[in-house]
């Protein structure tokens, strides 16, 4: 799949393009009809998938995550599972080794009335780029972030990665303003995720996560640190954590695709344990980039998607 003309970003001197219905175009160049019903309703789902050192990541289960959500709003998959891996890959095999998210969505389509029901014949719009994440340095010590806590004011289908992100997006504004980094979400006295991550603690030398359920993303990352866990020995288990567990928890943790395990250090302006890094962090954090060498080792022996 060749780019029509034109260029997008570029990572290590390679343009990034868009991908728009089948084909490759300049980012400038990619364009939807402003009926889109992504646009006018939020109709349409998206995910994010890593690339580390030029080798997808847990691609299989991003794309088996896409069709659950298409699966929710009762969208045909646009595309098949080959057609899919082609396109993402057309977006990060040229860029050789590099750290990319690859954003993917799928929306209802554009039609010519705007009227909430939906449309009996469907034409969805599909778009996926690449950005590029920054690279973890090595040499630095992660300093963790701060974080408060918010109510979660959400709907009731949090499990569905749809592009309804506004409760999301004022929870960043708001934690910006009060000199955090980002936010834990709670309800009915529940702590559940972050506002693009997932939650984990260490509370009595035990690693607890919120069971998957309607109100959480059953995030990809979640899925491998319990994995890595079980396989490791470390005491683990899938409990709802309420907000006086969470305050006084021994480690936070975020989880998410392009952040991968992030500590939080601070919560609501108190430390939380060392008011550092933890112990448990450094462990899961080697174990992650340990499975990430595997992966990319996997990829380019031929054996891929083997994590
Ligand atoms: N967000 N919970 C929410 C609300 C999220 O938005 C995300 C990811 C996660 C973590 O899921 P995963 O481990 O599969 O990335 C949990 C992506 C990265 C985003 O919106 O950019």
């Known amino acids: 799949m060749a780019a029509r003309r034109g260029h997008g970003h570029a990572v290590a001197g390679v343009n990034l393009p868009v991908y728009l219905n089948g084909q490759l175009v300049a980012r400038e160049e990619a364009c939807l009809p402003i009926t889109d019903r992504g646009l006018l309703f939020g109709d349409s789902v998206y995910e994010v998938i890593p690339v580390f050192r030029g080798a997808a990541f847990r691609l299989r289960q991003h794309l088996d995550r896409l069709q659950r959500s298409l699966d929710a709003i009762r969208l045909a998959n646009p595309l098949s599972r080959e057609a899919w891996l082609k396109a993402i890959a057309s977006l990060y095999e040229p860029t050789a080794g590099a750290d990319l998210a690859i954003y993917v969505q799928v929306t209802r389509g554009a039609y010519p009335t705007r009227a909430h029901r939906m449309p009996q014949a469907t034409s969805p719009n599909v778009i996926a780029f690449a950005s590029p994440i920054p690279a973890r340095d090595p040499d ?11 109510n979660d004011i959400r709907w009731h289908r949090c499990d569905i990665k749809s592009t309804n992100l506004l409760p999301n997006v004022l929870a960043q504004a708001e934690a910006q303003q009060r000199q955090a980094e980002d936010v834990i979400f709670v309800r009915d006295g529940r702590a559940l995720e972050g506002s693009a991550s997932n939650l984990f603690i260490v509370l009595d030398e035990l690693l607890l996560t919120p069971p998957k359920c ?24 899938e409990a709802g954590i309420d907000e006086a567990e969470l305050a006084r928890a021994e480690e936070i943790w975020l989880t998410s695709s392009t952040r991968e395990i992030v500590p939080v250090v601070q919560l609501n302006g108190e430390p939380v344990g060392q008011g550092k890094p933890g112990p448990h962090w450094q462990r899961m954090d080697q174990l992650y980039q340990a499975a990430k060498e595997r992966n990319r080792l996997a990829a380019f022996s031929g054996n891929r998607h083997e994590n």
């Not at 630095?140 to 918010?150: D, E, F, H, K, Q």
């Not at 990352?221 to 866990?229: F, I, Q, S």
């Open 140 to 150: 630095s010590a992660n300093p963790g972030l701060r974080a408060i806590t918010l």
């Open 214 to 237: 309607d109100e959480i993303l059953p995030g990809i990352t979640r899925e491998l640190v319990l994995d890595l866990a079980r396989d490791a020995g470390i005491a683990h288990a």
